[in-house]
RNA sequence: GGGCGGGUGGUGGAAUCGGUAUACACGCAGGACUUAAAAUCCUGUGGCCGUAAGGCUGUGAGGGUUCAAGUCCCUCCCCGCCCACCA
């Protein structure tokens, strides 16, 4: 009989149930074994699991039972993003407590990953909101803090009015904010930040260790770091001491530098504006553009707009003197807040010249056309040339001029040669209550003192009304505020900002090694043992963020001597989004489809196949809910095939098929009676072993691995039709011989075809492994078959025959032949001879049991 | 503007050290079973021509290299993602 929804939601709690009660997955760290770590980027507990989820937590699933099967010591857990804003803004809409809100989602996010049949070890399950996580998250703040890393500064930061919290450059998303998607606007407060340019140089320079990333990932990092060579060149301002430091990477242009501009935040406009006869234009124009939101002020295709600032200065390699602007394309973080503008060679400072009718001067050539020239320009010529106008180095090539110039102009104290990044600290403050409490106490007398460690942890104090209104939830808890300061015991006043989330997933990997151990953030034993993550799995959206995050923390880890690697994730998988109508799937497009209703129809199995086979993981899918009903339909049939084998009806013995499989475990298959079709099947199940192996081991490339399931399915299927044919005739033992050899080769194949298909659909392949009589073992943990070299080696081949390029006709050829009898049998195809008729053959080209051409 | 992917049947996708394009699946069509439907099974399925054998054509467009090109080279078009007044 088919089985029905019913049939596979018993069989599918009754396997979640064993592997519950027999703690299949649970693992422990034992250098006696080899160990695999597999990771997916956890969840924010937001209640229930999105496809996005089910796509993610299949693909790591799949990887972690494939290692389980092969041997490995098998890391594979799971844990809650917990602290963040939606709980917040829950309790806002339902006055609920943001925890309780949280920890209600986090069991209702247990049960269904439950439902999905994922091999995690639930004894590592944590949540990031636990005090007993969070603590670790004050301890390695301390550390930093200790080593200068963590740090507080007043500057103008990036502020969302919506969520009424400060964000960082990172979260930060074309001027908008990344989870609210309003308008992030500036403001100037004093806020905590972590040094992550400390490690600059190593973030940059490891990725070229991460071989086993996406390279994008690896690129869009690169870019974010952003390191420039160049230097910087001082420019004396005329009649005054003060000199006019800007950054530049094209030294090789210094002849060509017409003015200079400042962003309108330079600390030395607001030093020279009082008393100019422009002071009117500087001060309206400084604050025209702090009005402008920075995401206007980025976005390229802004009119350059600036104001002259009543000042000149020097150009040193010339003498010239050259006036100094504010302009608002120039930005204060970045560089020194200052650049020389050359117009000729760079498209922003040529559109703001020719707006302000400034002047420019030609100091590269480009050789293939000598004739640029100032009045026919369209735009800046930003291409490699020849030095013009350049005194000493005329003539020169401008990539070589950039080190020459570079060289000659730090000799003579013009500037010096410098490195510049574009990666800042990162901000870790936020005006928020469901985070975790910066250990901070501030005392009139000590300053900022940090909290002792056998204070940790600082903990959050619940029962607050969070209204999202008034900055701070934790600022008007009094209990909370009111403290002593641990130096001098005088009264003082905690911090109430709490750390970033990102904080919280950055190390979150490490824990998992110990994950409830009270004494330490993690053991340093464990650790070393189970890291790195052999394999991460999460979405392409975290490139940046999560992971440039995560590696900085394992850098410090390091510089502590907590671990002894310096990247955490040794392999990287991004894995596509999930698609509905050529749309990425979101609540806000209404556009999702729930899995909860797919499990209830289909199962986790059916929906586990679907979304592994309808597309390679890292591309996009589109979910079809044909597709889905494929899947379901071929897991049936795989039912099918050991509920109801071939036998029965054949075997005229009182035998069952039962007791002749029992006896099979005896049989010894003797190669010679083996007819073709027996050879044919062998092949395909050592060929399907093969090439499935082979699609975990070079990228997972798991659409393609089931397909050559299918295909073996297919092959065990037209195996037993053969098998009937093979009965027909012959006397009842004559019959009962062929029909045991038989059985026991599609035994054979159906066994291998379950242990194959064991880390796709698990429930199943579980059940179906004790149908076909093993009863003592569970299929997740029997060993990953192995293939026959032999079985694939065929005695003949098909060749395809090409005449001028074209394919005429095929042979079948020993795969022995050589190059005379190739072309002997070529003429055994009619319509090869017909185009050979009356033609000579010039050319005549083997491809080994493939094709061979011929050209006439 | 810069960077990185990608463009293959009606659909999802196979095949890129150059070697029979469209594996596997979905869909569709026809058939078997059924009073009927569903399920299941079998057959067919890029387009055009042909009863057939077979022929022509076909991997975004155009050109090139080669006995042979989805794959390599040149020119161009389109789509997706990321970054972006970063000096």
Redesign the pocket.
Known sequence: M?YTTNDIKSIEAKWQEYWDRHQTFRVEADSTKKKYYVLEMFPYPSGKIHMGHVRNYTIGDVIARYKIMQGFNVLHPIGYDAFGQPAENAAIKHKTDPGEWTYRCIDQMHEELKRMGFSYDWDREISTCDSEYYKWNQWVFLKMFERGLAYKKTSSVNWCPSCQTTLANEEV??GTCWRCKSLVVQKDLEQWYLKITHYAESLLKDLKQLQDWP??VR??QQ??I?K?F?MEIYFKVKDSQEVITV????PDTIFGATYVVL?PEHPLVKKWVSGIKEEKDVLAFIEKTANKSKSL????D????GVFIGRHAINPVNGETIPIFIG??????????A?MAVPTN?Q?DFEFARQYHLPMRIVIQDPKNLKINIEQMAEAYEGTGVLVNSKQFDGINNEEAKEKIAQWMQKEHMGKISV?W?LRDWLISRQRYWGTPIPVIYCESCGAVPVPYDQLPVHLPKNVEITGQGGSPLNRIETFVETICPKCFKPARRETDTMATFFDSSWYFLRFCSAHNNKEIFKKQEAKYWMEVDQYIGG??H??LHLLYSRFFTKFFKDLGLVDFNEPFKRLLTQGMVLKDGEVMSKSRGNTVDPDEVLSKYGADTLRLFIL????PE????W?S??L??AW??L??IYQMVDKPIGTDVVQSERTIENIRNELSNYILNISEMDDNDKGLERARNLAIKQITQSFEEGY?F??A??QI??LA?AI?KYTFHMRVAMEGGSPSERFLVFRRKLFLQTRSIETLILLLAPFTPHLCEELWQMIGKKDSTVCKVAWPKFDAAALKQTEV???V?I?????G?FTAPVTASQEQLCELCMTDT?VTRYLQGATIK?F?V?PN??V?I?V
């Open positions: 088919p998303i074309d390279s994008r690129i869009m870019n974010w952003g420039s160049g950054f530049t990477t094209r962003a002020r980025m976005s390229g802004q009119r350059k707009e608002d394309y120039v930005l204060m973080e970045y560089g020194t807040g650049i760079d922003r510049h574009r392409i959206e490139a940046i086979f309808a597309a390679p591309d996009q899918l589109e079809n044909d597709g009903e494929g339909k071929f049936n049939r490339k659409n393609t089931i397909s299918m295909i297919n299927d098909i060749y395809a090409q001028n390029g074209k394919i005429r095929q319509n050319k080209i491809v493939k094709l051409s050209v």
